[in-house]
Structure formats: C-alpha cells, structure tokens
C-alpha cells in the first residue's frame, strides 16, 4: 500500500472557473480518509486529480513518494469505485471483476485465485454467474467494490458510493465498508457530501467548502473544536447553535461561559451542552421533536432561534418557558472572519 500527499493542489477550468486552490493533505498508509462537503465544493475535483480523471492545474500529486501528475489513470496503482457502479450490463459479475486483469494479461490461475478471494470478503460468491440487472443496488455495489479489490491497488477512492442506496443499506454498507478496510490495511480515500457518513467511516476527516479546505482532523476533532463557523455549522445533527455576541442568546449564553476574547464577534454551543435551568435566562418552547432515544427540543429567545438536544422529553409543552444553561467548556467563540478564536482565559494562560 501506499501514502498520498496533495502540495498546493488547484484545479481552474477553461474560462476561469475555479474549483479547487491550495489544497495540502497528507494521507498516511492504510488511513481512511473522507473528502466532505456540499455539492460543489471541489471534493470530487480533488478525487479525480488523484485518480488522474482530471489533469492538475497547479501543485503537485504524490503517490508512495511518486509524483503522479503526468501519469495516466492506469500507471497510477488506484482503484475507483463510482457512484454509479459503472459495471458493463452484458457482463456477469465474474467477467465484470476480472475484465481489468485480463487487459493486463494476469495469468488464469491467479485471476481466479483473486476473484474467489475478494468474492468472499464482499460475501457475493453466489451472483459470479449473474448479470448486473439481476442484482440489488447494494449488491451491485459489492460488484464494484469486487472489482477494485482484485486489482490490489496501493490507493481506493470512492466517489459517494452510497449515496445511491436506502438508508438502511447505506447503514449496512457503512459498516462493512469500515470492516472491510480494516481487512484490506490499504489506503481509501472517500467521498461523501453526508456528514454521518464521513463521521461513522474515518479515521480523519477533510472539510471543503468553495474550493478550499476548512478543516482536516478527527471527528471528535471537528466536533468538539471546529475552526470555523462553517465547520460548526456542517458537523454535527443537529449542527451547533451560533449566535452574535449582540443577540439576546448570544450576550446570555456568553455570560455563562469563560471570558470572550477581544475579537469575538459569536459565540457556538452544540446542542446537547444546553441544560434546563430554572434560574436561567427564559426561552419559549417553539417545537418538541421526540425520536425514541432522544428529544430536540426547538426554542425562541428574542430573535434567536437554537435547538437544545435531551434524554427527557416528556416535561418540555410547546409553548412553555424554560430556563437555561449550558457546559462553560463547550462554548466556542468565533472572530469577524468566522475562524474560532481561544476564550480570553485560556489566552491569558498560556500567555
């Protein structure tokens, strides 16, 4: 397998079209690494650059230390699978998985050997003789997979592979595919523009939005010390609640928590770091949501409007008055140009 690095990547179309600018990643050998964002923020740009599906404007692409930039799709040792499957329909799944090694000239014997083998890992050994109408989407998807994992490439790249499937299959597929890069030990990289997707599958996560990268870490990383309002605002369901400093919940909120730098112009509270308390400054109970193992409670105080997430739903009445707090610890403050800023005590300490 095999390490990937991005230096200064960009990527402008003719015309002047922007996609991608300075985009620096490093992807360790056998990571899981997930591209997340809204359409059209240059994550499957970046993918196809790697994949050499796209030529690279600027910067460089390295594959196992090997700079790839002016390499053809087939010399880069990658393996796609696509949102679509791309499977051939007059195919069965057998010659669908061993088209590629065929072209390479691969011996029968060990074509065999290796269609058996990831037949297997998939659990798709009963559907080798079927064709691709005969199949399930989820099943289908197998087939792809099945057929990158046979070519042992040092790098997968998925392209929101599931964003095709039911919910209940994407859940499904999200855990085998979890496990199954834990059997393979190789490098994926993923995209995906479902934040429960990119939480549940990787190792570390790359926030993009416009084109630019907001925030590489790890989930909890994201969530619990996002860089930037549009991080706080993308992870996390219900996404954290921001407020101006001026606002009504914004200046009570601040009142509870460590110092406010200087600079802060906003201040963010995930839900679930709300508490009820009768002390507390008063917000209407605008909408309860009760879903089983939790409640989000939708709430009003002045202007604002924010969402507290509990176990207990059954005392909130829509209509009502509460009062409020929240954890001193999970507050984040944010600057005029929307990056997190530290609180002014922690400043003054490290100081």
Known sequence: ?????????????????????????????????????????????ILRMIAGLETVTNGTVEIGGRVVNDLEPGDRDIAMVFQNYALYPHMSVRKNMEYGLKNQGMPRPEIDKRITQAAATLQIEKFLDRKPRQLSGGQRQRVAMGRAIVREPSVFLFDEPLSNLDAKLRTQLRAELKDLHQRLDATFVFVTHDQVEAMSLADRIVIMSEGRIEQIGTPMELYERPASIFVAEFVGAPPMNVFSLTSDAGHAFAQMGPAAPPEAKAIGIRPEALRVDPSGPKAKVALVEALGAETLIHLRLGEDRFVLRSAYGHSFVEGGDIGLTCEPEAVTFFGADDRALEPAARQTSVA
């Open 1 to 45: 397998m095999a390490d990937l690095r991005l230096t200064d990547v960009g990527k402008t179309y003719p015309g002047g079209v922007t996609a991608v600018t300075g985009a620096n990643i490093e992807i360790a050998d056998a990571e899981f690494i997930v591209l997340v964002g809204p359409s059209g923020c240059g994550k499957s740009t």
